[in-house]
């Protein structure tokens, strides 16, 4: 079975621009997250989405928002870029939520902001 | 709020030797999980190993195994016969088990096994 994908691996973008990240979950599982890692702040919780709905968010700003498709599928965006959005961004999937205890991660996406 | 502490940021170890990585963490809840993941130079974080706060027994997975202490809020992490493969960083986690799905992760704890 493959595991999580993310695309793309890495990106480039510059300060004031958007991106959209995607997350492929394990097939059949139907919980995606989200986590920032940086250097400085370490691992963080962006969302968790189940079922198309976000079940929960982190504490970050407004400009990072995300969605789940019917496929379980899920996409991150981040508008009006800032250096400090510069971070690996890794998705992980769970069958369910009562079973997110069990998550598997993705090999992360790296964005660099300039 | 939950916090988890991870207090060494780097250890390392001759190959074969037995490795134990610390970890405390914080938390007002009863029902918890608790896991060690890894994460190699190539970046995929992988569970190590998971214990659920209400077992009292430690979670042993193969060459790793944990030591929980609930009362001192502890939950440590040794690698048996270290191999270079095991070269990572370790991070500790914590997740409430209720509506709030969301995994809190110490600061993480490079381990470098030398040959």
């Known amino acids: 079975k493959a595991g999580v994908t993310q695309t793309p691996r890495y990106l480039i973008k510059t300060r004031g621009q958007q991106v959209t990240l995607s997350c492929s979950p394990i097939?059949?599982?139907?919980?995606v997250s989200w986590y920032q890692q940086t250097p400085g702040q370490g691992l963080q919780f962006l969302f968790e989405?189940?079922?198309?709905?976000?079940?929960n968010k982190g504490n970050f700003p407004g400009r990072f928002s995300g969605r789940q498709f019917s496929n379980s599928r899920s996409e991150m965006n981040v508008s009006t870029l800032e250096l400090g959005d510069s971070a690996l961004y890794l998705c992980?999937?769970?069958?369910?939520?009562?079973?997110?205890?069990?998550?598997?991660f993705g090999p992360g996406t790296r964005l660099l902001v300039l | 709020a939950q916090t988890v502490t991870q207090s060494q940021p780097e250890m390392s170890v001759q190959e074969a030797e037995t490795v134990t990585l610390s970890c405390t963490y914080d938390t007002s809840e009863n029902n918890y999980y608790l896991f060690w993941y890894k994460q190699p130079p190539s970046r995929q974080m992988i569970l190590v190993i998971r214990?659920?706060?209400?077992k009292q027994q430690n979670a042993t997975e193969n060459r790793f195994s944990v030591n929980f202490q609930k009362a001192a809020k502890s939950f440590s992490l040794k690698i048996s016969d270290s191999q270079l493969g095991d070269t990572a960083m370790y991070f500790c986690a914590s997740m409430r088990v209720d509506s709030n799905y969301q995994l809190i992760w110490g600061a993480g704890t490079k381990l470098i096994i030398k040959p």
């Open positions: 992980a999937s769970s069958l369910f939520r009562a079973l997110q205890e069990t998550q598997y």
């Open positions: 097939s059949g599982h139907r919980s």
């Open positions: 214990q659920e706060a209400y």
């Open positions: 989405y189940f079922s198309e709905t976000q079940r």
